[in-house]
């Protein structure tokens, strides 16, 4: 093992079981040389890995800090008892440890470390600009959303921008969901004054995520997508287009954008990158509208970027080299194999089961007799449980985070824990 590596372990390890806490100081360079009896490039190179996986900052002129980095101890300690005793998260959605190149990003990383003047100012309130450039092609030639970057707004997630949005929407009147498992968005609206409602016709304003419209995964027909804008349009509703999975239409053929179908004209776009990328990497962007876009600069000085400029900085370059396009077709081929094979497993093991995958291809869905759900947990098994009623139980599987592997002995005790 290089010499910086062993370096770089010795202080992540005492950093994550908490010996080294946010904000201690990390010995200089050139006490670090005299310490490990090393130069000074392999301290730097260290110190470089150690700050690009994020346990620690620089500070100009000063040196380097542990950064504010939860130890893995810490949470495992506050963890829910039940969550501890998951060997198996079949409910989160996560992302496999496969699906990113992680040292590719690393190095994206480092590229935008290296730009310190440019890290020495805050970033743009709005977004790095050129990250808007690169959005705005980008989201022209996938999706067919033609906007300019001044209409682009970056955020850290979606929940950050829908923040925004609220407040730049005077009129605090009625808001649709598709249904209640849109949490998070619902808790945004409901915080800013707005009356939340699922599938109301007469909302002034309809949220939707046309590639997955339910916690079924279930994708929004074209001929539905167009009765929609009609409708916003004869109404003056405000659409906001959450095109959140839109990535992964496996079992059906991408349909045409919201926006598109409009012309943007009464539709806010919204994107994010964690589904693609990792969820680690926390960058989402909207699309305003023209008189919303309008608004939002008069009021600029209001709204604080939230997202990492080194991690604009770094996805700016990383779309315009092409490794998005790469990486969704990387995931699109793993992903569709691991649902497939977790479809395939459960009807060989478990005969007389009423199986589906979704139909934006990130779900298993079944359906089975009542039991003990508990048994779940016991088994180390994480599933998202729908429905249970006396006749059938409803679940629904998101096999991503797991490694193809498992899959056999994980429905074994799935069967285990139903029948």
């Known amino acids: 093992m290089k010499k910086y590596i062993e370096i770089y372990e010795y202080y992540r390890r005492l950093i994550t079981n908490g010996q080294m806490k946010y904000g201690d100081k990390m010995p200089s360079i050139r006490s670090a040389t005299t310490i490990f009896s090393v130069s000074k490039t392999t301290i730097e190179n260290a110190y470089f890995e150690l700050q690009a996986d994020g346990y620690i900052i620089s500070s100009p002129k000063s040196g380097y800090y542990v950064s504010n980095y939860t130890p893995i101890e810490a949470t495992q300690s506050n963890a829910d008892p ?31 470390l290296r730009q310190q003047d440019r890290l020495l100012s805050y970033s743009d309130n709005q977004g790095e600009a050129d990250l808007r450039e690169a959005l705005a092609k980008y989201i022209r030639e996938k999706r067919n959303v033609t906007a300019s970057p001044d209409r682009i707004v970056v955020g850290a997630g979606v929940q950050n921008l829908l923040g925004i949005l609220c407040s730049l929407i005077d009129d605090r009147d009625t ?54 804008v009609k409708h916003s349009e004869i109404n003056h509703s405000l ?87 790469t990486q969704t077709r990387k995931i699109r081929r793993l992903y569709t194999a691991k649902t497939k094979q977790f479809y395939d497993e459960i009807n060989r093991q478990m005969k007389n089961v009423n199986c589906k995958i979704s ?10 007799p009542p039991f003990d759900t508990t048994r779940l947990t016991d088994n180390g098994i994480a599933v998202n449980i729908k429905e249970v009623t006396q006749d059938y139980a409803k679940l629904v599987i998101v096999p991503s985070a797991i490694d193809s592997s498992d899959i056999p002995h994980i429905v074994s005790l799935l069967k285990k824990s139903i029948e």
């Open 175 to 228: 808001v649709s969901f598709p249904d209640k498992s849109f949490v998070q968005g619902i808790s945004v609206f409901k915080d800013y004054g707005f009356t939340v409602k699922t599938r109301d016709k007469n909302a002034k304003i309809i949220y939707v995520s046309p590639s997955h419209m339910t916690s079924y995964g279930d994708v929004m027909k074209t001929k539905r997508r167009l009765e929609l």
């Open 359 to 368: 139909d934006n291809g990130l779900q298993v869905k079944i359906e089975v």
């Open 239 to 325: 659409v906001i287009e959450d095109d959140y999975d839109n990535d992964f239409l496996y079992q059906s053929k991408p349909t045409p954008s919201l926006f598109a179908l409009s012309g943007g004209g009464n539709v806010v776009y919204m994107g994010s990158f964690s589904n693609v990328l990792i969820p680690g990497i926390r960058i989402s962007f909207m699309v305003l509208t023209k008189e919303l876009a309008e608004k939002y600069k008069k009021n600029i000085d209001k709204y604080a970027q939230a997202a990492s400029k080194t991690e604009q900085i770094a996805l700016c370059q990383y779309i315009r080299d092409g490794h998005i396009n």
């Open 82 to 112: 039940d969550a501890q005793h998951i060997l198996y998260d079949l409910k989160s959605g996560g992302a496999d440890k496969n699906s990113f190149d992680i040292s590719l990003w690393q190095r994206y990383i480092k590229s935008a």
